[in-house]
């Protein structure tokens, strides 16, 4: 069985878990309102708590760490900007992932799409320390394939496999970010998963 199709990899929660995301939730609510009053410190915390989520997640979008470091500087000029729009007590993720969306959309859109994938692309990538079954991937010998099989998805289908499958988000929070419904975000993940299950097996890189 591939790493694609086996949950046994997903992390297994410790008791004080709710505990520690409380209080994760807690310093994180507080930075925002530090940084909406103008304190960069907290700004450039809130980057370093938040910033490895938002590069590989542009990274699966764009497929290049460059493009993806411009993507991030983006997302989070736009983070600054609209801090005040932002409720502190909410969860800042799928806002943060929206932003990203936009962020890697925009810049596709000024950009003529070229060869995205490369071995020297995959060179430098930050390491993941929450490995569920399509990171263990992205981190073994599938990671090329893979990455060519996002790149062969439409938009929606791409955006919903890396928030859902790569990024562990819940279809709820998916779907906030990409400003869509829960049924959508499934459906988009639902052939999204199908098309990249079929590249890989036309590749060599799927269930053997």
């Known amino acids: 069985m591939s790493a694609l199709e086996n949950p046994a990899g997903l992390l297994l929660l410790m008791s004080d878990a709710p505990a520690r995301e409380e209080a994760a939730s807690a310093t994180m609510a507080a930075l925002i309102v530090r940084a909406r009053s103008g304190d960069l410190d907290a700004f450039d915390l809130l980057m370093a708590e938040l910033g490895d989520r938002v590069f ?4 699966n979008l764009l497929g290049s760490p460059a493009d993806a470091q411009d993507a991030v500087q983006e997302t989070f000029l736009r983070f600054y900007r609209s801090l005040d729009r932002f409720d502190a007590e909410r969860d800042p993720a799928p806002w943060l992932y929206r932003l990203t969306l936009n962020a890697c959309h925009d810049f596709n859109r000024k ?6 994938l490369s ?3 995959l060179k430098g990538e930050r390491p993941d320390p929450s490995p569920g079954p399509y990171r263990q991937a992205l981190a073994g010998e599938q990671r090329q394939l893979i990455r060519e099989g996002l790149g062969k998805l439409s938009a929606g289908e791409r955006a919903a496999v890396v928030l ?3 990024e562990g988000l819940s279809a709820r929070q998916a779907a906030e ?4 419904s829960e049924t959508t975000v499934r459906s988009h993940a639902s052939r999204g ?7 890989l097996e036309a590749r060599g890189g799927g269930p053997r």
Not at 111 to 116: L, M, V
Not at 177 to 180: E, K, N, S, Y
Not at 193 to 199: D, G, N, S, V
């Open 119 to 121: 071995l020297d692309a």
């Open 56 to 59: 590989r997640t542009a990274r």
């Open 193 to 199: 998963r199908a098309k990249l299950r079929a590249y």
């Open 164 to 166: 859902r499958e790569i």
């Open 177 to 180: 970010a990409m400003a869509c």
């Open 111 to 116: 950009r003529s799409w070229k060869r995205w």
